[in-house]
């Protein structure tokens, strides 16, 4: 089955910890994304990447960080940097151009 | 000015008529325009993509764009129930460029 993986589903971070999230895709596709969501707001853009090997900072990468050493997986760490990490990150890929992006199921991360 | 906005709502609309969702942008070289819809708890799902002036029909579903007006729209024919859902509008900007930008949403609710 093609698509995108995300984990875990849920995840827990004591605090002063780093944690990182997992995204696997087997579309083929060439760009990666990384947004965060909290509770009764929009999508914010954390990272994306267009190729392997290359990223590019969203609106809010402060404490966030990324690799793309391979074209189908883009994990994001989250780092202790991070004061309020506590949201819904989902992980979107799509075909470079004009392709809409797809999203895997997300991972809720919590902060104890 | 934000990149993309969108009235938070929230929209209440009677079942079987028509919701319209609206959004606009602000960099005007934007090529690719989507609307997610989004439930409560779960990761969004691409509804429709437009890329030219006019509109664009899916089912219950037309996308209206109007470049010149930096104006994007989301019609919802014959509305039910299960169309009570966040509805998400994002935007690409110039080709070469795969950042995906969202407005923060617009919630529907459909009443019976």
């Known amino acids: 089955d093609g698509g995108i993986t995300q984990s875990p589903k849920y995840l827990f971070r004591k605090e002063g910890q780093n944690v990182t999230l997992s995204c696997e895709q087997n579309?083929?596709?060439?760009?990666m994304y990384w947004y965060r969501q909290d509770p009764g707001q929009g999508l914010r853009l954390i990272y994306y990447?267009?190729?392997?090997?290359?990223?590019q900072k969203g609106d809010i990468a402060e404490g966030y960080s990324v690799s793309r050493e391979k074209k189908e997986s883009f994990p994001l760490t989250v780092t202790s940097a991070q004061k309020n990490p506590t949201a819904f990150y989902l992980c979107?890929?799509?075909?470079?151009?004009?392709?809409?992006?797809?999203f895997g199921q997300g991972t809720r991360l919590t902060v104890v | 000015q934000k990149e993309v906005e969108q009235n938070s709502g929230p929209l209440s609309v009677p079942e079987g008529a028509i919701a319209s969702l609206n959004c606009t942008y602000s960099d005007r070289v934007s090529q690719s325009f989507f609307w997610y819809r989004q439930y409560s708890g779960k990761s969004p799902e691409l509804i429709m993509s437009i890329y030219s002036n006019g509109d664009k029909e899916d089912g219950r579903f037309t996308a209206q764009l109007n470049k010149a007006s930096q104006y994007v729209s989301l019609l919802i024919r014959d509305s039910q129930p299960s169309d009570s859902a966040t509805y998400l509008c994002?935007?690409?900007?110039?080709?070469?460029?795969?950042?995906?930008?969202f407005g923060t949403g617009t919630r529907l609710t459909i009443i019976p």
């Open positions: 994002a935007v690409k900007p110039n080709f070469g460029n795969e950042k995906l930008t």
């Open positions: 579309l083929n596709h060439d760009a």
């Open positions: 990447s267009q190729i392997v090997n290359d990223f």
């Open positions: 979107a890929s799509s075909m470079k151009r004009v392709s809409e992006a797809f």
